[in-house]
């Protein structure tokens, strides 16, 4: 195993796309990284850019144009990769009952929203499908 992949594996960065939403997942998403939650105490940080990520949060029912623009910005996101459906939305549609096409996510975390302590558990398993 290189250093770089090791690195990665250590302290994986993250990246938060929305798919058309409410916006309270993507405020609990952030409120990880605050100093209530501080995710950054398991080595997570959150990246402006989807070519420097390796764990991409995935928020929103997913409408079909916000959907193809997801995938597009997923795609830049260099392997190996996981992605965490947050919310009740990007798992089953939600609330708003969209059945577009998803990006299939590796961990779900089911909520509505989810607390921040439920996003962080989410995060944890990521890692460890990182680490395999």
Known sequence: MNLI??????SPWVYIISQGTCNGCE???LACFAPRY???RLGAKLVRSPRHADIVLLTGC????AVEKARMVFEQVPEPKV???VGACAINGGIFKCRGPRIEAKVKVEGC???P???IAGLKRAIECLKR
């Open 62 to 65: 997913g409408t079909e144009r």
């Open 5 to 10: 992949e090791l690195v990665r594996k250590r």
């Open 38 to 40: 501080d995710i950054e």
């Open 83 to 85: 992605a965490v459906a």
């Open 27 to 29: 405020l609990e998403c």
């Open 113 to 115: 929203p989810p607390s």
């Open 117 to 119: 302590d439920e996003i």
